[in-house]
């Protein structure tokens, strides 16, 4: 006999799949290019000068790691040798698996004309907000 509680969370999980699939099937995502002045969406022939950059506010899980390197001291606050500065030999450094909260990425930062984009175009397509960078898979 099948298990009763098996077929329902089947039946909710696809229920599920379908809602969402349904809600996001109306947002409008456009690849664009940012110019030296703003934004080109690629199916909107003006210039957005003002638009959005999407914040990040995520988690970061960091796996456990092992990395070689050396250490030298002492050092300045931008780490820059010292007078009488050792270097050690190499050495193994173990990280233990972490988790980080609130690590923002800031993608407006590192936008530059001729970048492509990933924006979804808002308030009926007054404003445009870019959530993503775009590269080629090379």
């Not at 329902?8 to 109306?26: N, P, Q, T, Y």
């Not at 409008?28 to 934004?39: D, F, N, Q, R, Y």
């Not at 980080?100 to 445009?128: M, T, Y």
């Amino acid at each position: 006999m099948p298990d009763p509680f098996k077929q329902l969370a089947s039946i909710f999980e696809k229920r599920m799949v379908d809602h969402a699939a349904r809600a996001i099937s109306g947002v409008p995502c456009e690849l664009g290019t940012i110019t030296a002045s703003g934004l080109k969406l690629d199916n909107f022939k003006h210039e957005i000068p003002d638009y959005l950059v999407a914040d990040w506010l995520v988690k970061i899980h960091f796996p456990a790691f092992s990395l070689v390197g050396t250490a030298t001291s002492p050092v300045d606050d931008q780490g820059n040798d010292l007078p009488g500065a050792i270097t050690t030999s190499l050495t193994r450094y173990d990280f233990q698996a972490r988790e980080v909260d609130e690590v923002r990425l800031e993608l407006k930062a590192d936008l530059k004309a001729g970048d492509r984009v990933l924006a979804v175009p808002v308030n009926g397509g007054q404003d445009a907000v870019v959530i993503a960078k775009v590269i080629a898979n090379v």
